[in-house]
């Protein structure tokens, strides 16, 4: 029952290419004589000095007090990787979605256009989502308010009725989960725990990089995490 509930949650929600040439300009500077580089992106005419870049960031060795930690730390991993695409794709579908009800004026319309759309992720992901156990449908939980900045209750509350987004969180919270949770890093050391597993897992190209809405900032939370022991509580 829990997992047809959780599952509800996320049926409701649910190249850029570009080459780069360098050209070195004929002048120079005349008082320090450093030649100039440019940069062009293809289809664009216009010559820059210096691109933007990601952020990067280098990990630290992980480093565990005891087995049990080591334990617990590789389980979080194995189901975060796990969960991450589904939070990935709710934020998706929750975008486009929006973006397409904007445009469809009829209330009657925009319903038929979500049930439309509902249908469509449950054929596709809906078999998959009902194997989750407890604490992977937590962890996604989590994850879809790190990813959309709304809780999976609020979601449900905003785009069926408050009164079923009520019905479900106290269907799931018989199993001990809340679709109210949210994700902080910054508060929560098992939730800084998932984003060093993110960050980890973006880097080595096991995860498809999806930026948080959330504000904090991974480097800062690393180093108050570091000098600071975690609550057995977490």
């Known amino acids: 029952m ?3 509930s959780f599952l509800v949650v996320f049926l409701v929600l649910c190249t850029l290419g570009f080459s780069q040439e360098s050209e070195k300009d004929s002048l120079l500077y005349p008082k320090d004589s450093i030649e100039d580089y440019y940069v062009r992106f293809e289809g664009d005419s216009v010559l820059l000095s210096s691109i933007e870049l990601d952020e990067v960031y280098i990990f630290g060795e992980l480093d565990f007090a ?3 930690e080591r334990l617990r730390y590789l389980i979080l991993r194995r189901k975060t ?3 991450y695409p589904y939070a990935k794709l709710a934020a998706e579908r929750l975008v486009e979605l929006n973006d397409s009800l904007k445009h469809i004026k009829k209330k009657r319309h925009q319903r038929k256009y979500t049930k439309k759309v509902q249908k469509y992720i449950e054929g596709e992901f809906s078999e998959e989502l009902k194997k989750l156990t407890r604490t992977e449908g937590q962890i996604l939980v989590k994850l879809i308010h790190r990813q959309t900045g709304t809780t999976a209750f609020d979601l449900v509350k905003e785009l069926r009725s408050g009164w079923r987004a009520f019905w479900y969180n106290t269907t799931a919270s018989m199993f001990k989960i809340s679709l109210k949770e949210e994700f902080h890093p910054e508060l929560v050391h098992e939730d800084y725990l998932i984003e060093d597993i993110l ?3 973006f880097v080595a190209n096991q995860l498809e990089r999806q930026k948080s809405v959330l504000d904090y900032d991974y480097a800062q939370l690393t180093n108050k995490w570091k000098n600071r022991p975690p609550d057995p509580k977490d």
């Open 66 to 68: 005891d087995r049990k």
């Open 2 to 4: 829990m997992r047809n």
């Open 81 to 83: 990787l796990k969960v």
């Open 199 to 201: 960050q980890r897992a």
